[in-house]
């Protein structure tokens, strides 16, 4: 239940009584005597109310209103007024005010209209939560393809994990989409529209790893000319995705787990603190709790990064996906490379789900590729029969199915005619591949 509610009056008295009743009452209270100050102050999607004076210095009530509708049209404002402002005040209900209360008013009055307009804002803020939570899931959909049960479940831990401010372990085959995950964790979450910072920890030599990471001042060392900011100051306010984690050398780990502990950094040559705010997304092959066992990481700086873990399962084991990525790959190579994608064979088909894609989804996009610019078929090189002749037809079933499902939009009905199945067969083998109806809406 909400219960937060801001107070705007000018008059010290009236916001002290008003302040008290509340607090009494159980409300969270903010009191401010100018209208600006409460603009500046008022977060998006505020969940509460505002209570304002309608004449005030400054901005007047009627004009904070116009300012609140114009940012959120849906934020109950109730204004108090004296007794010759309540036609005014009427109007100002016809211009989106909630409602308003004639001065002097009993705290019961104010109780009653506080707690309606609370309940309203409740129901607009959990309305908007749902939408944007469906927004987000089909947004997901086709940022991390696949029907299988294990792609179903990563994107519903995703969607639980973006918006909660918590450090994440990825762990995943090379090739596994461990960035694009990093990036789907904070694209959906509050950081949004705060940075996304990549960095690859094997990919930086360990003498340059301290300058990458915290940055330096001029001549902080031979050649540091001009200040340079790091990856994790670049980050404050969003997200530092740390790839291949285990490759970070030791010496940074205790300076990293420093800056996760207090949240300040120093750069090189420097001895200013700076204030970092940001969410530490890490991507590992191996267990790192095996690798600090084997002195290679330190455990503590394990356990601050895996207060959640992701694992993303390799193609091997999903390859129910593997028609719909493939399609997916090859027309987006050929839209990008002005060429036209042909249509997979049964036996390209076959071929593909019998691979083990040791490369992962990589692998997979690289061979769509080679297809659609005409340099063979759509297999990988080397491609070995490794999986029996019951497996593969699973596969390809569910890839069947899928298709069907997604021609059709769902419709059941026209799904049976098509596939010649009875409801039951459908519904069993549907059940059996993780596919749900819904999804295909």
């Keep these: 239940m909400l219960n937060a509610v801001i107070v705007v009056d000018d008059e010290a008295s009236i916001r002290t009584a008003v302040e008290q009743w509340l607090s009494l009452s159980g409300f969270d209270v903010q009191l401010f005597s100018r209208a600006e100050e409460c603009l500046a102050n008022l977060p998006k999607d505020f969940p509460g109310v505002i209570l304002s004076d309608v004449r005030m210095p400054g901005l007047s009530g009627l004009e904070l209103l116009a300012e609140v509708q114009r940012r959120d049209a849906d934020l109950p404002v109730i204004l ?221 700086l394990a356990y601050r990064l895996n207060v959640a873990q992701l694992r993303l399962p390799p193609l091997r084991e999903r390859r129910e996906d593997i028609p719909l990525l493939f399609d997916h790959f090859a027309h987006s190579a050929a839209e990008r490379l002005g060429r036209r994608a042909e249509p997979l064979s049964g036996a390209q088909l076959g071929r593909l789900l019998s691979h083990d894609w040791p490369g992962n989804v990589r692998e997979l996009a690289n061979v769509a590729e080679r297809q659609v610019l005409g340099l063979g078929e759509p297999e990988p090189e080397g491609i070995e029969a490794g999986q029996s002749l019951a497996a593969q037809q699973e596969a390809f079933e569910a890839h069947c199915l899928k298709a069907a499902l997604v021609r059709h939009k769902g419709d059941i009905k026209a799904v049976l005619a098509e596939l010649q199945l009875p409801r039951r067969t459908l519904n069993e083998k549907m059940q059996r591949h993780g596919l749900v109806r819904d999804t295909f809406l």
Excluded: W
Aim: neutral net charge; proline residues 4%; charged residues 25%.
């Design 80 to 300: 108090l007024t004296g007794h010759g402002d309540v036609p005014m005040a009427v109007d100002a209900m016809r211009d989106g005010a909630y409602d308003f209360l004639e001065k002097p008013f009993s705290p019961d009055a104010l109780l009653n209209g506080l707690r309606r307009a609370l309940d309203k804002r409740g129901l607009i803020l959990e309305n908007r939560r749902l939408h944007q939570q469906a927004d987000h899931r089909a947004q997901l959909e086709s940022s991390l393809l696949g029907v299988s049960r294990g792609l179903q479940n990563l994107r519903r831990q995703v969607l639980d994990l973006a918006s909660l401010p918590v450090n994440v372990l990825i762990r995943g085959e090379t090739g596994s989409g461990k960035e694009l995950v990093a990036r789907c964790l904070h694209d959906f979450g509050p950081r949004a529209k705060k940075p996304f910072v990549a960095l690859n920890c094997a990919a930086i030599p360990e003498q340059l790893f301290e300058a990458e990471l915290f940055g330096h001042e001029s001549g902080a060392f031979t050649g540091a000319q001009g200040k340079r900011i790091g990856k994790l100051e670049y980050a404050h306010g969003g997200t530092l995705f740390l790839d291949e984690i285990e490759s970070m050398p030791l010496a940074q780990q205790v300076k990293l787990l420093r800056v996760l502990q207090e949240q300040k950094l120093e750069r090189l040559g420097s001895n200013q603190s700076i204030h970092v705010d940001l969410r530490i997304i890490a991507a590992t092959k191996p267990d790192l709790l095996e690798e600090a066992r084997a002195g290679r990481f330190r455990e503590d």
